[in-house]
């Protein structure tokens, strides 16, 4: 397949525009899987895996922000915070979104991600309501920053031929992240362990650190895979 795009927005007057003509979309489309290809699934697949770590430890944790001797939420408070979360997923999709077309797909990876990972780890440390409220709603806001971008880059990365089960296989990585946190919470908020007030505190952490490896994974991986056109390749390993 051959794009054809204007170069340039013609002028009214103009009565033809100049036109460039890749087959760099085909080209990626003939791809074989490689090495790129698993780093990219690995790296955005964990997203959905922090979500469901993040919505399940939300339901885990009441109990211990109720009896946590500093925040002592009620069931209201808890429905605030959970509240919180969600806007910020929503808002942050809208507005991370709309920055994606304006900084570019994968310099947003790495905003997002760097919120949700400041938030999250903030969580870890909130002293009353409104912090704790606060910080859940720029972490929903990190997490539906990277919803945006997500389901595009394997439009334009992934070869036509492994989309299908690559759009599974990352989408379903949710259920391990749930996994992962009910049986972190089993440990961390178990009394016998940890105090209630520092339980939650470490199961928030838990986020912290797998934000933290995800980026530096990102960190590693190319903008292209080696094989793709000379034109489109970046092999530059640096966070920029």
């Not at 003509?21 to 003939?30: F, G, N, V, Y």
């Not at 999250?120 to 720029?138: E, G, I, K, Q, V």
């Amino acid at each position: 397949m051959t794009l054809t795009v204007p170069a340039a927005a013609p002028a009214p007057s103009q009565a033809s525009a100049a036109l460039v003509t890749t087959d760099i979309p085909a080209r990626l489309d003939r791809l074989h899987w490689g090495r790129f290809h698993t780093l990219v699934v690995v790296a955005l697949g964990i997203t959905w895996i922090l979500d469901g770590l993040e919505v399940t430890l939300a339901g885990a944790i009441s109990p211990a922000l109720k009896e946590s001797p500093q925040l002592r939420f009620s069931n209201a408070d808890v429905g605030l915070a959970s509240s919180a979360y969600l806007a910020g997923a929503v808002l942050g999709a809208l507005f991370f979104g709309w920055l994606t077309d304006r900084l570019g797909r994968k310099r947003l990876f790495f905003i997002t991600l760097a919120v949700y990972l400041v938030a999250t780890a903030s969580t870890a440390l909130s002293w009353n309501l409104a912090s704790f409220a606060l910080f859940r709603f720029f972490t929903g806001a990190g997490i539906g920053g990277e919803y945006t971008a997500i389901n595009s880059t394997i439009q334009e990365l992934v070869p036509a031929r492994y989309r299908g089960w690559t759009d599974l296989v990352i989408n379903g990585s949710f259920w391990i992240g749930t996994a992962l946190g009910a049986a972190g919470s089993l440990v961390l908020l178990d009394p016998n362990v940890l105090t209630p007030d520092l339980g939650w505190r470490f199961a928030f952490l838990i986020g912290a650190v797998l934000g933290l490896v995800i980026f530096l994974m990102r960190c590693s991986i190319a903008s292209r895979p080696s094989s793709a056109p000379a034109a489109t390749t970046s092999r530059t390993n640096r966070c920029r």
